[in-house]
């Protein structure tokens, strides 16, 4: 599977951004898809995972509330909708696929990762 992530940008804080990442490869649909992002100086942080089927999602407390991830399986595609950003918000999103594990939260639970797009949120 190989993953394309899109739609980072220049935002400023209050604004939205919609992410997507878009797969190539046969078993996509047999796998649960997560967003990680990575801000300068830090370690790469869960942001949220949706399940194979689309029917399980989960959400880091930084973005609950403010975020919504979906899928759409027959375009290969999940999105990742971000409302009310703040500066915090500020990193590389990546997303990643692989079989559900049992761990949504954890990187080590994905085997594919995009190449991350830049999200820059200004106060």
Known sequence: VQLQASGGGLVQAGGSLRLSCAASGRTFSDYAVGW???APGKGREF???V?????????ADSVKRRFI????????TVYLQMNALEPED???YYCAAGPYRGNAYSAGSYDYWGQGTQVTVSS
């Open 51 to 59: 399940s194979a089927s689309g029917y399980s999602t989960w959400y």
């Open 47 to 49: 942001a949220s995972a």
């Open 69 to 76: 991830i979906s899928r759409d399986n027959a375009k290969k």
């Open 90 to 92: 500020t990193a590389v």
């Open 36 to 38: 990680f992002r990575q």
